[in-house]
């Protein structure tokens, strides 16, 4: 298995705080994602990464940010909860863009 | 129209039967496919590339139609294990850099 752990794996959280989840690779893959999961939409791109301090939305970027300040750890904010962002979040990391390895996910609810 | 399409399901089957998956995508100019097989609860994990000449891996063999973009997945001798949500991937470049897309997952249950 890829060497990809995310945390925490779950979370409540009230409307309006921020969140913050992180993805952490030892893989030292270049390519890191950040998608959402919901019932009936499959998995939607959030934000990505290709490179430390490099990264670029994906189709539901909206109300999210991402830095990246190590090769290895990705990290997703909320910057203000909405229940809207209640979802499962998976990170992936990919060492050339296409293959993409998955970590186990986190359960966020905002209540 | 949806850039991924697969059927839902569910496909409830019984142990040792063969069934089959197809996809189709909107973009001709995608270009490279996959199958990711996902557990109730748990994070999607590659099962195959799919190739233009088709694959097999043991009883699971992957097609590619390029002319009527559409890819299939066949599953023989099916197992208990293969119980799960298969997702269609398809891979195309935007802006420089490649995207997945998936479809939605079709839920296959085997039946004892």
Known sequence: DAGITQSPRHKVTETGTPVTLRCHQTENHRYMYWYRQDPGHGLRLIHYSYGVKDTDKGEVSDGYSVSRSKTEDFLLTLESATSSQTSVYFCAISPASYEQYFGPGTRLTVT | ?????????????????????????????????????????????????????????????????????????????????????????VNDMVLGNEKLTFGTGTRLTIIP
Request: glycine share 4%.
């Open chain 2, 1 to 89: 129209r949806k850039e991924v399409e697969q059927d839902p399901g569910p496909f409830n089957v019984p142990e040792g039967a063969t069934v089959a998956f197809n996809c189709t995508y909107s973009n001709s100019a995608s270009q490279s496919f996959f199958w990711y097989r996902q557990d109730c609860r748990k994070e999607p994990k590659l099962l195959m590339s799919v190739y233009s000449s088709g694959n097999e891996d043991g009883r699971f063999t992957a097609q590619l139609n390029r002319a009527s973009q559409y890819i299939s997945l066949l599953i023989r001798d099916s197992k208990l294990s293969d119980s799960a949500t298969y997702l269609c991937v």
